[in-house]
């Protein structure tokens, strides 16, 4: 009788770190592009001023509107035919576009055929993305019965794990000392990672709750179930996705491109920097999702959502101070307020959609609100600056996507959502 709720809580925790290893491999391959930036912006197109930049920045965005399409292909397959293996050809064709992008040409080789490909490769990343990121969470989520505040946040460390180490692959390739065709490595590693997430997902089985659910086969498609019967939290999903993105993407990629075109860092120094941030976020992450699980998910979002408001300006004033000790305190505050806004994410929109349509509910609406406002930051931000001369700037949009946050959160009745959960729909 003792060893079954022992090897119960051992597969557990073995499915937990499978989750962390999973997520942080694909958002490794994903982040690479953002860290590249400014690079890319060398490589992949020609001219003066900002509008290389500008223009990998374009493609950087363009990518997330290709997550909605992934949310809905690889949602359709998690309801339909399981989350594992929606998540196991996620993680595969990840890796393949990630590999093809550290095969391409530069502009100088190919003339604009090299910014097309990276288009092209871009938008394959976005696409299988749209199934991982909230994919991997469900995945977990459905096989715990606790903590789920905790452990959802723990996935959010992977991501930032393998976030860190793109950003470090790219702080390295950028050292004056280093071969022009060292930013190639890093992606060639893609091809390795897809056959390393594969495998590790291959040893586990399908969630009890879906398991449980599939003997009740829902007659429509789950998306077009989920847009007329789960409207409200859908489009609150969007919202908070959306706020997820703004400031997921301030921290992972926006203070570097302001340390190195407003403040005059160079690219490495930035680069390092944004790696103390994810540190720092992913060391916050869990002991938020502990404060989620003891006082609420959503109380918590909401906390964040005033220190957004309250924070955003100090950030960027930060920033512009031009010392160490500074800038170190600007992306410590970047990341409080991302980690007390997303870590309680993922156990929160999991009692948003029943079992049958959770995957397609989640991940597309949370595709949704990132590509509408969490891709798109860094090339608004850029461009706000480039059109106002106002340093300041990014700190009223982080803030717009605070007041997003609040009202999406105030949208939300839980009374009304969590009965509704557990209710069997043919």
Excluded at 70 to 96: E, N, P, Q, V
Excluded at 310 to 325: H, M, N
Excluded at 348 to 369: D, E, N
Aim: with cysteine; glycine share 10%; aromatic share 14%.
């Amino acid at each position: 009788m003792a060893t079954a709720p022992s090897s119960h809580l051992s597969m557990e925790r073995r499915i937990l770190l499978s989750a962390i290893i999973g997520n942080g491999l694909e958002f490794y391959d994903f982040a690479l592009f953002g860290a590249f930036s400014i690079a890319f912006s060398r490589i992949f197109f020609s001219g003066d001023g900002i509008a290389p930049l500008l223009s990998t920045l374009c493609i950087f965005a363009v990518a997330f509107f290709a997550r909605p399409l992934g949310s809905i292909f690889f949602g359709h397959l998690g309801d339909k035919h399981g989350r594992k293996k929606a998540l196991t050809y996620s993680i595969i064709f990840m890796g393949m576009f990630t590999f093809l992008i550290g095969c391409l040409p530069s502009y100088e080789t190919a003339g604009f055929v090299a910014p097309f490909l990276l288009l092209c490769c871009r938008l394959g990343q976005g696409f299988c993305l749209g199934g991982e990121n909230n994919g991997s969470a469900i995945f977990l989520l459905e096989h715990l019965k606790q903590r789920k505040g905790y452990a959802g946040a723990l996935i959010l460390t992977g991501g930032a794990i393998g976030t860190i180490f793109a950003t470090l692959f790219a702080a390295i390739a950028n050292l004056p000392e280093m071969p022009e065709w060292a930013w190639r490595v890093p992606f060639l590693l893609g091809i390795f990672i897809a056959l390393l997430g594969s495998y590790i997902r291959n040893f586990f089985t399908e969630t009890p709750e879906f398991l449980e659910s599939s003997a009740n086969k829902l007659r429509q498609a789950p998306l077009l179930f989920v847009l007329k019967e789960y409207t409200r939290p859908f489009l609150c999903t969007v919202g908070i996705g959306g706020v997820n993105g703004v400031l997921a993407y301030t921290l992972v990629v926006y203070i570097g491109v302001y340390l190195t075109k407003v403040v005059n860092y160079t690219l490495s120094n930035s680069l390092f920097y944004s790696c103390a941030g994810l540190i720092i976020f992913g060391s916050l992450a869990p002991f938020i999702g502990h404060m989620a699980d003891k006082f609420g998910e959503k109380r918590v979002m909401t906390l964040g959502c005033l220190l957004t408001l309250l924070g955003a300006p100090t950030l960027f004033y930060s920033l512009q101070q031009e010392s160490t000790l500074s800038v170190v305190f600007a992306i410590a505050i970047a990341a409080t307020m991302m980690a007390t806004f997303n870590a309680p994410t993922n156990a929160f929109l999991q009692r948003f959609f029943p079992t049958k349509v959770r995957y397609t509910g989640i991940a597309l609406g949370y595709a949704s609100g990132a590509a509408l406002m969490g891709g798109t930051q860094p090339l608004i931000c850029t461009y706000l600056i480039e059109e106002t001369f106002n340093p300041f700037a990014p700190a009223f949009y982080l803030m717009f996507a605070a007041s997003i946050g609040l009202l999406s959160l105030s949208l939300v009745r839980e009374k009304r959502l969590i009965p509704r959960l557990f209710t069997n729909y043919a």
